[in-house]
């Protein structure tokens, strides 16, 4: 495993802004309001051929009158646990506070690696403010910006120095990515913390609780997955203020790299049509897509309610039918354990690659029993097929007409090879192109 590295320290001293700059990404949310990281929020770090893993987390208060205050204590607790080395971050503008005073004194006896960061020195001539946090009992601080870099590199000098002696991390299993989507209070993460077994997500009745896109490992029966916790989706005219729309575009963007999306929905208030909206964005990015009914132990029920859900879903997202649908209850843990087994399912058939041979004879077959309509008195002709890519399965039909062929037929080639191919539960792709190369005239997903 790579080493994991913990960023605390109270609410904005930077902890967000130097944690982008350790990942080399935007993955945390960064503004001047304090208070804006709530969860764990887990990126990839790499210095000097050392890999390892940083954990941005919320500020830490005691006594805040924060709703979320003692749920942001508990996030940071388990992020020091769980660390390999502790990075508390101090603020050179304001100086010590009685909060930074109890926060050395909860790791200061942690045996573990513990550095002390003081943020928001841009340069030399600022170096000066770092005598007053002296009077912390800290023998070794280190002065930075995480804003404009100074000082970084020899901090991450420092810090890589004390990992094992090793210059590459073991990978290991690769990782199933699972974005978990949904709209506001759907229960997206009542589902990981039930799922993990553990408080890692912070719940609240609140809608808009989660901000970030977290990530969180977990480990089942030998294979590893990587759940990404992400903020509610509203419908764009309810989306207000810049920290909430950041919010919404992080959650699409994280449908970007995952390999399967739980679309949750709140079962007790139906199907709404925010939901198939959230679903399209899983579907326009080809993620492969599972749907969760969740809060079904609220749901009045008779031998009929399920199949009703399920035809009502289908209806409402006929681009989607290849979508599994699994009633679940996050809080009562109702068919949760049923999920990693259609994970597992989708993401095979999401990778899953068809012999040429094999592609070849389900488009004959199919062109057999259903010829293609004539173009000014000539046949189309399909010449060959082939895989070309997965993740989801993409296929090219080289034909001699691709730009008269009916969105139609097409539809009906998909079909046969979800059929055939055994791909009845993934997005597939389907390109049609000339067979002497020119440019690709017609691009067809489903």
């Not at 046949?379 to 997965?390: A, E, N």
Request: aromatic share 10%; net charge positive.
């Amino acid at each position: 495993m790579k080493p994991i590295v913990a960023l605390v320290g109270r609410p904005n001293v930077g902890k967000s802004t130097l944690f982008n700059r350790i990942t080399h990404s935007r993955a945390a949310i960064v503004d001047d309001i304090a208070g804006v990281t709530r969860d764990r929020n887990y990126g990839d770090g790499k210095w000097d051929g050392y890999e390892f893993t940083v954990v941005d987390t919320g500020g830490y208060l005691s006594g805040d009158k924060d709703h979320f205050a003692s749920e942001i204590r508990l996030q940071v607790n388990q992020a020091i646990e769980s660390a390999d080395v502790i990075v508390l971050i101090l603020d050179a503008k304001s100086g010590p506070s009685p909060f930074d005073t109890e926060l050395v004194g909860v790791v200061r006896n942690l045996e573990k690696p513990i550095f002390f960061v003081v943020n928001k020195i841009d340069g030399p001539e600022k170096e000066d403010e770092l005598y007053d946090f002296y009077l912390l009992g800290i023998e070794h601080l280190y002065p930075v910006s995480a804003e404009h870099g100074y000082g970084v590199r020899d901090f991450l000098d420092n810090l890589t120095a004390v990992f094992p002696d090793q210059k590459k991390a073991d990978s290991g299993t690769d990782a199933i990515r699972v974005a978990v989507v949904g709209r506001p209070n759907a229960g997206k993460s009542s589902l990981i913390n039930r799922i993990l077994g553990e408080q890692r997500m912070v719940v609240d009745n609140t809608p808009g609780t989660t901000r970030d896109a977290v990530d969180t490992f977990f480990q089942r029966e030998g294979q590893l997955y990587k759940f990404i916790d992400t903020a509610g989706i509203r419908r764009k005219g309810r989306v207000t203020g810049k920290l909430e729309k950041f919010s919404v575009i992080k959650a699409i963007k994280s449908l970007e790299r995952c390999h399967v999306a739980l679309v949750i929905l709140d079962a007790g208030e139906g199907i709404t049509e925010q939901d198939i909206t959230i679903a399209g964005y899983a579907h326009e990015r080809g993620c492969g897509t599972i749907f969760l009914l969740n809060k079904w132990d609220l749901v009045k029920k008779d031998i009929h309610t399920a199949k009703w859900y399920i035809n009502e879903l289908r209806m409402k997202s006929k681009f989607l039918n290849y979508a599994p649908v699994i009633s679940i209850s996050a809080k009562t843990g109702l068919r949760v354990e049923k999920i990693f087994k259609v994970i597992q399912e989708v993401y095979h058939q999401y990778t899953t690659r068809i012999g040429t041979g094999k592609l070849n004879r389900i488009i004959e077959n199919a062109v057999t029993q259903n010829q293609p309509s004539l173009v000014r008195g000539r046949r189309i002709k399909f010449y060959y097929g082939t895989q070309v890519s997965v993740a989801p399965p993409s296929f090219v039909c080289f034909v001699n007409y691709p730009e008269h062929i009916h969105f139609s037929y097409i539809r009906f080639l998909m079909n046969r090879i979800r059929e055939e191919g055994g791909l009845d539960k993934t997005p597939i792709r389907l390109f049609l192109r000339k067979r002497s190369g020119e440019t690709e005239n017609k691009k067809i997903r489903k």
